[in-house]
């Protein structure tokens, strides 16, 4: 994952509140089916979305949209200090107006963007959630990610107890929101762990946190379907997908990636995966490196819409294999 946008004080000004008198919304509960209605024509999943960082963060929010929605995606990512800055009210509008829907707020907190930080800090980031969450509940969100670990600066490599006693109380704190709380592990040692994390997360703090899972950083930690199976039900909430280039080693970071079903990662596989485990929600294409600032909006929309093309077909084409059907030569 990229650096997103710095967030500013999480102190909201009173206009962009959610209205104190209306109704808590109900706790979710992971291990129920995703409360996004599955579309046949994307092989059971919600549609599509892409990640911000495969069109770079020079872009402003605005033009960000106005690109997905043109390229035909149906889902956008946003990060959380976008929507302090706009304001449910307005992110609810900006959305409705391109035709697409928010489907992660991401990075709740101001850098170093990791969960992966010390003591004091993190228990101040867990003291201003909830004003945060009660803006992303405002906005009809039902996600918000956030990633631990890794080899970037300001983090730290917690021990996985420690990890999965801070995903667990971020878990509980969302869910009095209404709100599912995805872990994204883009360290290898606890990815491979995740199913561990999750059980622990579950029983240190009673909160029940979900999966960002990104299938780049599975390829990095050596994992496949397999690992999908062994993941408890309701265990996903969210996914990132691409292709790995072919000559990509393992010690790569984020990247490079390329269009999922291309490379020779098995895309296919672990979305088979995915469904088996009872993911029907969007699926998020993150594709790196992002172009050049400054690259055209033309340019931009091509781009998007080739990987959105790459996506689909790779399901189709995956769906009229299953069904036994030759596809070569059928209008």
């Known amino acids: 994952m990229l650096s997103r946008p710095t967030a500013p004080d999480p102190t909201v000004p009173d206009p962009t509140k959610p209205d104190p008198?209306?109704?808590?919304?109900?706790?979710?509960?992971p291990s129920a089916p995703n409360r996004t209605a599955p579309n046949p024509a994307t092989g059971g999943f919600a549609g599509w979305a892409l990640d911000p960082g495969t069109l770079g963060f020079a872009l402003s929010f605005e033009q960000y949209l106005t690109v997905t929605a043109e390229a035909g995606y149906d889902w956008v990512e946003v990060p959380v200090a976008e929507l302090v800055r706009l304001g449910p009210a307005a992110l609810r509008n900006l959305c409705d107006r391109h035709g697409v829907r928010p489907g992660v707020f991401s990075c709740p907190w101001s850098g170093p963007y990791n969960g992966s930080v010390d003591d004091e800090r993190?228990?101040?980031?867990?003291?201003?959630?909830p004003a945060l969450l009660d803006l992303v509940a405002a906005a009809g969100g039902e996600r918000v990610s956030a990633f631990f670990n890794g080899a970037r600066e300001?983090?730290?490599?917690?021990?996985g107890a420690q990890l999965a006693e801070r995903c667990g109380r971020?878990?509980?704190?969302?869910?009095?929101?209404?709100?599912?709380?995805?872990l994204e592990l883009n360290d290898p040692h606890h990815?491979?762990?995740?199913?561990?994390v999750l059980a622990q997360a579950a029983g240190s703090a009673g909160g029940r946190p979900?999966?960002?899972?990104?299938?780049?950083?599975?390829?990095?930690?050596?994992?496949?379907?397999?690992?999908?199976?062994?993941?408890?039900a309701g265990a996903i909430g969210w996914m990132h997908v691409s292709g790995v280039p072919l000559g990509t080693g393992s010690d790569a970071d984020?990247?490079?990636?390329?269009?999922?079903?291309?490379?020779?990662?098995?895309?296919?596989?672990?979305?088979?995966?995915?469904?088996?485990?009872?993911?029907?929600?969007?699926?998020?294409?993150e594709v790196l490196p992002s172009p050049a600032p400054g690259t055209d909006r033309t340019q931009l929309v091509r781009l998007a819409a080739d990987l959105l093309a790459a996506g689909r077909?790779?399901?189709?084409?995956?769906?009229?294999?299953?069904?036994?059907?030759?596809?070569?030569?059928?209008?």
């Open 21 to 29: 008198t209306a109704p808590k919304p109900t706790v979710p509960d």
């Open 210 to 232: 979900q999966l960002l899972v990104d299938t780049f950083h599975l390829f990095r930690a050596g994992c496949g379907p397999d690992w999908i199976d062994a993941l408890p």
């Open 122 to 129: 993190f228990e101040r980031r867990l003291r201003e959630l």
């Open 154 to 159: 300001g983090m730290r490599q917690l021990g």
């Open 191 to 196: 990815l491979r762990a995740a199913a561990t």
């Open 254 to 285: 984020s990247g490079p990636r390329t269009a999922p079903f291309r490379g020779h990662q098995d895309t296919g596989a672990l979305l088979d995966a995915a469904h088996r485990a009872g993911y029907r929600g969007p699926l998020s294409i």
């Open 170 to 182: 971020l878990a509980q704190t969302a869910a009095r929101h209404g709100v599912r709380f995805c």
């Open 313 to 331: 077909n790779g399901l189709a084409g995956r769906a009229a294999a299953a069904a036994g059907i030759r596809t070569g030569g059928q209008e």
